[in-house]
């Protein structure tokens, strides 16, 4: 299958199985799945996500059951449905092509019932967390940034989330443009990505880097007006450098998108534009090796504070490490490539980490090239690569929250009742072996 409706308009075997809405669906539930299992074990090494999100405080701490069993339990509140309507789905349909497309309403109605689960207050299903979810979300759509003292580090991790579920959303678009679209649409017909307009869906798949964009701006202003109000730069957050090289990051997001769009318009003659099609396929070839290679440095550099990179060059101005405070009691040095302050327990789970994020930066850019046309099983190659992305966005998730708060231990930019919790702390890694240190 050359993955064109127009030329080759039925189902193809996965999409029998699993249609597009469906699809979507499930990546956004495991996505919850995923967010518990982040809380729980972050919780279990004894980093207080809560506090570093600036969550409101409880009315009942010692009562309310704690933040992940909460996910947890809306993960479920969304599977049980979940799991039915697929289960009537597949009895309703046997993957009978024309059956497939007449059940559409199904998944349209669970998307439906998913989006209504996130709004209703229930208070057993981690009612605050959704609150607090859906404010974030609200004021991130348009590329806003909370103050570092009211959840300003939620709002990146949120943003940073959206960009990988970029595709996902932009399923979920096309899935309500082809059911809306035509009194003879249907949201599990084969997915036309280019219902709507040839360039609209790479406008969605845009959008969540362009919020990312944005917030970096807005931190380089807040630093440079910061500057002038002190009277000169601060030592601690520098001129402002990094800022803007983390939004050069996600802009270089956007040839790749550009680029793959133009490759998709198999009626466009390139002839037209200046270039031929092989100059394309190598202009995107470029642009996505370069925002790969500059993605899994900023990972593996910024995100994590890892020291891998630290013996080459680097053009940016970063704001000093200020770790030393926290030199184990071992006098053996830290971890090749790691650093001092390290809270999982190995430091063989940061190296496992560094290499997926290699191979998985790679796969999730790859995925937007129209190249996976050649796949033999098209839509499930892209299934495929959108749970991968997922997955590493999970596992990237907890290195960065690790590092944030070892940052907050390490600068005491949370006051007394952050830094009240490092004896804790200290007292686990001094017990640890010199491999912990």
């Known amino acids: 299958m050359d993955g064109d409706p127009s030329v080759e308009p039925e189902l193809d075997s996965f999409s029998l199985t699993l249609p597009l809405p469906y699809r979507a669906a499930l990546v956004i539930v495991l996505g919850v799945w995923a967010w518990g299992a982040n809380l729980h074990y972050l919780s279990l090494v004894k980093i207080d996500v809560p506090s570093l999100l600036h969550y409101p405080s409880r009315a009942s701490p010692r009562t ?7 996910t947890y339990r809306l993960a479920t509140l969304l599977t049980l449905p979940l799991s039915f309507s697929l289960l009537l789905f597949w009895l309703l349909s046997r993957r009978d092509p024309v059956l497939v497309i007449h059940y559409d309403y199904l998944p349209i109605a669970y998307l439906v019932l998913l989006l209504a689960l996130f709004l209703l207050p229930l208070r057993r299903f981690s009612s605050s967390g959704r609150t607090r979810f859906l404010t974030t979300l609200r ?97 601690q957050t520098g001129w402002g450098g990094q800022h803007l090289a983390n939004a050069a990051k996600y802009a270089s997001a956007f040839p790749v998108i550009v680029l793959s769009a133009l490759q998709r318009n198999l009626s466009l003659d390139h002839e037209d534009i200046g270039v031929t099609e092989t100059t394309l396929y190598r202009l995107w070839l470029f642009a996505v090796f370069v925002n790969s290679i500059y993605s899994f440095y900023w990972d593996v550099a910024k995100d994590w504070d890892l020291t891998l990179f630290s013996s080459l060059p680097s053009p940016f101005s970063s704001k000093p490490r200020s770790l030393s405070l926290h030199r184990p ?27 997926l994020d290699f191979l998985l930066r790679f796969t999730w850019s790859l995925k937007l090239s129209p190249h996976l046309d050649h796949f033999a099983d098209f839509e499930s190659g892209i299934f495929v690569m959108e749970c991968l992305e997922v997955g590493r966005r999970w596992m990237w998730i907890f290195f960065r929250v690790e590092t944030e708060w070892v940052r907050s231990l390490g600068g005491g930019a949370r006051g007394e009742g952050l830094l009240g919790q490092e004896e804790v702390l200290l007292g686990d890694y001094s017990g640890g072996n010199s491999d912990e240190d």
């Not at 649409?185 to 997915?191: D, F, L």
């Not at 406008?203 to 970096?216: E, G, H, T």
């Open 329 to 355: 009691l071992s006098s053996s040095e830290p971890p090749f490539g790691l650093r001092e302050r390290l809270v999982f327990p190995s430091p063989g789970i940061y190296y496992y980490a560094i290499a």
């Open 139 to 235: 004021r991130i759509s348009i590329g806003g940034l909370a103050p570092s003292n009211a959840g300003k580090f939620g709002d990146i991790l949120l943003a940073d989330v959206l960009t990988s579920y970029a595709k996902i959303i932009a399923d979920l678009f096309v899935s309500l443009c082809m059911f809306f679209s035509s009194p003879s649409g249907s949201a599990t017909a084969r997915p036309d990505r280019g219902c709507g307009g040839q360039y609209l869906v790479p406008i969605i798949i845009a959008i969540p880097s362009l919020i990312r964009l944005r917030q970096c701006l807005i931190e380089y202003v807040r630093v440079r007006s910061q500057n002038i109000k002190n009277g000169g730069m601060s030592a």
């Open 64 to 70: 309310d059951p704690p933040h992940h069993l909460s």
